[in-house]
């Protein structure tokens, strides 16, 4: 159950905004990856896959120091404790630091983290482990979104949901990594020491590269202090759309046991459907940001992965599960990226501050979503406890056509 808790790295979340139904293509071709950006999607896959790792090694750790799954399980409260506070923080770390020392600082403490779980062998040790790569990654992840989304301005969506794609594609590595240095006579340890060489040699090649900078240090005045209202909307959707994801990436293994009568390690390969579909379906965003507005993108999105979801909870065929749990992995795919993008676009030149707001959301969506529907699984059947996933989405989809009307009443 550890191990499904924490597949969950396509969640990790990197993602943001521009209508583009103004732009003629010419225009849209001005989107340019520099250098900059190409840095930033080298360090947000390179969190995503620390993200993704420990889950992975769960079940390999708790063999090797004979943890119990209680204390297996803290591991996830300890990441998303860490993910919280750095949303808190980052924001006035930020404005006494500058991006710079955040982006270097986070991927510096993520990799240190990482050191210490391989090395960890007590919990004393690996808990608070993961809680700081959980921390120093998220200030890593929310600075990167807020210098991405300033960096390309009007197609920050294009570039975030790049950014995206890349994160899907390196949360596959870690159970290639881990499972097979488990293999060998080197160890699964070896996976978390693999990928911090190839920080060291991107930072030193990279580590002079200049950040774009804050609305603040720009224009010389403080952002302002709060976010707008629609901003609080927008984020509350984000919550509902992470805890979606969570919840089926958590115990979507374990509804398939348990309502499918499958054995658990077909369960848990069957779930890496979910795992693909979201890596094409960010592939697909990435071409769809060039030529539709946002708010019907997300929409779709949203309407996509509750179809595919009620066929994965309601039709008992293995096949149609299965089907229904890839066309819902196509849809989620592009939640999260969507609503962020939406999020920094209405937070304006308060990017830095939006960008740890959302990361807060969505660290609390990962902390307690899971937890619920355990707590509600344990008392009425995992497939009972689903209908709160049909909730979320529900609520998700009301509260983004709610805003979206509040938003051309005001002619925004």
């Known amino acids: ?60 750790l708790r063999a090797d120091l004979a943890l119990s799954y209680t204390v297996g399980g803290l591991h996830v409260s300890a990441l998303a404790l860490g993910m919280v506070v750095a949303g808190l923080v980052t924001a006035p770390l930020v404005r006494r630091f500058g991006r710079r020392a955040i982006i270097w600082g986070g991927s510096s403490g993520m990799t240190l983290g990482a050191l210490l779980f391989s090395v960890g062998r007590h919990s004393a040790l690996t808990l608070p482990a993961i809680g700081f790569m959980g921390f120093a990654g998220t200030t890593l992840l929310a600075t990167l979104q807020s210098s991405l989304s300033d960096h390309h301005g009007p197609y920050r969506a294009l570039a ?174 592009n939640m999260f990226p969507y609503l962020l993008s939406i999020g920094m676009d209405v937070a304006g030149t308060n990017t830095d501050l939006g960008s740890a707001r959302l990361t807060v959301g969505a660290g609390s969506a990962i902390l307690l979503a899971p937890l619920t529907l355990g707590w509600i699984a344990d008392r009425a059947g995992i497939a009972s406890a689903y209908q709160l996933v049909a909730v979320l989405f529900g609520l998700a989809i009301a509260v983004v056509l709610l805003t979206r009307r509040l938003e051309s009443r005001s002619g925004r």
Do not use: K
């Open 160 to 333: 975030l949901t790049e950014a995206n794609v890349i994160a899907s594609a390196t949360t596959i590595m870690a159970p290639l990594f881990v499972g097979g240095f488990a293999r060998t006579g080197l160890g699964w340890r070896t996976a978390f020491v693999l990928p911090t060489l190839a920080w060291a040699i991107l930072a030193l090649r990279a580590r002079s590269q200049q950040i774009p900078e804050t609305a603040q240090d720009s224009s010389g005045a403080h952002p302002a202090a709060s976010l707008p209202r629609v901003f609080w909307l927008y984020w509350l959707a984000l919550v509902f759309g992470v805890a979606v994801e969570w919840s089926i990436i958590s115990w979507g293994a374990d509804f398939l046991v348990a309502a499918g009568a499958l054995a658990r390690a077909d369960a848990s390969l069957v779930m890496s459907a979910f795992f693909v579909a979201m890596l094409i379906g960010r592939a697909l965003g990435t071409t769809l940001a060039r030529r539709a507005e946002i708010v019907p993108r997300l929409l779709g999105a949203m309407v996509t992965g509750l179809a595919g979801f009620l066929i994965f909870w309601q039709l008992p065929h293995p096949v149609l599960r299965i089907g229904g749990l890839f066309i819902a992995g196509l849809g989620i795919a």
């Open 1 to 60: 159950m550890v191990r499904e808790l924490w597949l969950s790295t396509c969640a990790a979340p990197i993602p943001p905004f521009p209508d583009t139904t103004q732009m003629i293509p010419s225009q849209l071709t001005a989107f340019r990856r520099d250098r900059f950006t190409w840095v930033a999607y080298l360090l947000l896959g390179y969190y995503a896959y620390y993200l993704n790792a420990p889950g992975v090694a769960m079940p390999l």
